[in-house]
């Protein structure tokens, strides 16, 4: 039986009470926390840096996934090793080299993750194929929360499920964007393994610990 993970998107928290958030993400049964830092010129919006992240380890037992919207990832992921990620995913686009990228990241202890744009192709991230911890499925162009799914995906899901069972059968194949109870079960089928959901958890009517609740019901 393969194995999921849910994974709240902290971008969408109330980050005047992050403790708070983290613990009803804990009780709620989240998996793992996921950090989005965007650093203003990979994508348009700026969000948070390592001294934000060791605030996070501080006040949560669950692993710390962060996602690297940033230029020349390969100068900052030591600072996040240090701050205390376990799994640290880098753009395809941004990185002079993805494979010796992912090389770095596992060499300092973390789970190496690779990403690219919707529009990007697979094409780019292949040298990291059979070595990545990770693959991550962007469903929205990066750079915000609450936008819309890109259905289209679904079939990069798939693609990238087949060639993994065949070459790394053992990656995490981790979709983001718009992730909702609906989408959510189609990434699943599709082949997805891991769920980044930041509205759809956080924003929910009925609170953070329903949304959360209620998306990892359906990982069960
Ligand atoms: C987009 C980020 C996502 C996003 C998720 O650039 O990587 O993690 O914040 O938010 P929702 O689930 O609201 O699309
Ligand atoms: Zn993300």
Same mark, same amino acid.
């Given at each position: 039986m393969r194995k999921y993970f849910l994974a709240p998107s902290i971008i969408a928290a109330d980050f005047a009470h992050l403790a708070k958030e983290l613990k009803t993400c804990e009780s709620a049964g989240a998996d793992w926390i996921h950090v989005d830092v965007m650093d203003g010129h990979f994508v348009p919006t700026i969000t948070i840096g390592p001294l934000f992240v060791e605030a996070l380890k501080r006040n949560t037992q669950l692993p710390l996934d962060v996602h690297l919207m940033i230029e020349n990832p390969e100068a900052q992921v030591e600072a996040y090793a240090q701050v205390g990620a376990t799994h640290i995913t880098v753009h395809a686009e941004a990185c002079r080299n993805v494979k010796q990228a992912v090389e770095q990241i596992q060499s300092l202890g973390c789970k190496a993750g690779v990403t690219l744009k919707p529009s990007t192709p697979l094409s780019k991230i292949k040298s990291a194929l059979p070595i990545a911890d990770l693959i991550l499925v962007m469903s929205?162009?990066? =750079?915000?929360? =609450?936008q819309a799914f890109m259905p289209e995906m679904i079939e990069r899901v798939k693609a990238l499920r087949a060639r993994l069972d065949v070459i790394n059968p053992r990656a995490i194949l981790e979709v983001d964007g718009g992730i909702n109870s609906q989408t959510l079960q189609w990434m699943k089928a599709a082949g997805a393994n891991a769920f980044v959901a930041g509205n759809a958890a956080f924003k929910h009517p009925r609170g953070a610990k329903v949304g959360v609740r209620e998306l990892k019901k359906l990982l069960k």
């Open positions: 929205v162009n990066p =750079g915000f929360s =609450g």
